[in-house]
C-alpha cells in the first residue's frame, strides 16, 4: 500500500503546532489511518485491496468505486471506517474500569474516535455516508447521476461548514472547521484517481520471476466462488489450481496466466465452473 500526504494536511499540522496542540493532532491523524485500515481490511475480505491512501485533515480521500460488488457488500466497506472507530472507543472506556488511570492519556483517543466515526456517517462525498447514499441511488439512477448528485452534496455540506466558520468569526473564530470545510470540498472534487480499490490478484506476476519463488498448488471445488478463490492465491507466488467437480474428479488445472484470464473482468459472485466455462467461450469466439 503506498502512502500520500495533502498539503492540506500539512497546514492542519502546522495550525495545531502554533496553538500548542500538536498531540490532539497526532490523536486525530492516527484515528483517520486506523479509520481507513478498517476499510481495506474488509475490502480485502471481498477481494480487493486499497492501493493508496492519502491524509487528509479529518481522514483520508479515497474512490468509493469498488466495480462488481453487491450493494450490501459496498455497504460492508463503507461502514467498516466508522465500525473501527466506534470498536477503538468501546476497547478504550473498557480499559478506565480495569485501569483508571488510564483515562487521562485516552480520553482525547475517545472523543476523536466517536467524532471521526459519526462525522463520517453523513451522507454527503467524501464521507462512508455519501458512499452508502451512491451505493443506494446507484441501483436506480445512472452512474452519470449519481456522480452528479454526490458531487453537489459534497459541495453544498463544504458551503454550510464555510458558512459556519464565517458565524465563528463573529465570536471565538473556529479554524477546525475551516479546515473540515475544505476537506469535504477537496475530498468531493478533487479525488485522486491514484487512490482506489483495485483487485488483490492482478496477474502481475513477472515480478515473482525476476527474485524467483515457489509454485503454490492450490486445490478447490468448481462450486466455489471466484472472490474466494481470489483470497485463497499467494502474490509472492505463482499460483496453479486445481479444479475438481463434485465427484472430486480433477476437471483442470489453471495455471497464472488462465488465472488471471479468469479474473479479467469476471464477476466475482459466479462460480469457479461458470467463470471457466465464459472463458472457454470467449476463446471459442476469439478464434
Not at 483520508?60 to 459496498?74: H, M, N, Q, Y
Not at 482525547?108 to 451522507?123: E, K
Not at 468448481?222 to 496453479?240: C, F, G, H, M, P
Request: glycine letters at 8%.
Amino acid at each position: 500500500m503506498k502512502y500520500g500526504v495533502h498539503p492540506l494536511f500539512f497546514l492542519f499540522g502546522l495550525y495545531y503546532a502554533f496553538t500548542g496542540r500538536i498531540f490532539v493532532f497526532l490523536t486525530f491523524t492516527s484515528v483517520a489511518v486506523l479509520h481507513e485500515f478498517g476499510h481495506a481490511l474488509v475490502a480485502a475480505s471481498l477481494g480487493y485491496r486499497l492501493n493508496k491512501i492519502t491524509l487528509m485533515p479529518y481522514g483520508a480521500v479515497i474512490s468509493g468505486d469498488i466495480t462488481g460488488l453487491r450493494f450490501s457488500d459496498e455497504v460492508k466497506v463503507a461502514l467498516a471506517g466508522p465500525l473501527t472507530n466506534l470498536a477503538s472507543a468501546v476497547l478504550f472506556v473498557a480499559l478506565w474500569w480495569v485501569f483508571p488511570e488510564t483515562y487521562a492519556y485516552t480520553d482525547l483517543a475517545v472523543s476523536a474516535s466517536l467524532s471521526v466515526a459519526l462525522v463520517n456517517l453523513l451522507p454527503c462525498a467524501p464521507l462512508d455516508g455519501g458512499r452508502i447514499l451512491g451505493a443506494v441511488l446507484s441501483a436506480y439512477f445512472p452512474k452519470k447521476t449519481v456522480s452528479i448528485v454526490m458531487t453537489a452534496s459534497g459541495i453544498a455540506f463544504s458551503c454550510v461548514l464555510g458558512g459556519l466558520f464565517v458565524v465563528t468569526c463573529f465570536g471565538k473564530v473556529n479554524f477546525s472547521i475551516l479546515f473540515f470545510s475544505l476537506f469535504v470540498l477537496f475530498g468531493t472534487i478533487c479525488v485522486s484517481k491514484e487512490a482506489k480499490y483495485v483487485r488483490i490478484y492482478d496477474g502481475s506476476f513477472f515480478r515473482v520471476l525476476k527474485r524467483g519463488g515457489t509454485i503454490r498448488r492450490i486445490a478447490v471445488a468448481e462450486v466455489v466462488s471466484v472472490k474466494r478463490l481470489l483470497l485463497l492465491l499467494d502474490s509472492r507466488s505463482l499460483n496453479e489450481v486445481c479444479v475438481f467437480d463434485e465427484t472430486a474428479k480433477l476437471k483442470k488445472v489453471l495455471s497464472q496466466t488462465e488465472l488471471h484470464a479468469l479474473f479479467s473482468g469476471e464477476n466475482l459472485y459466479k462460480t469457479i465452473g461458470e467463470a471457466m466455462e465464459n472463458m472457454e467461450r470467449g476463446a471459442i469466439e476469439n478464434g
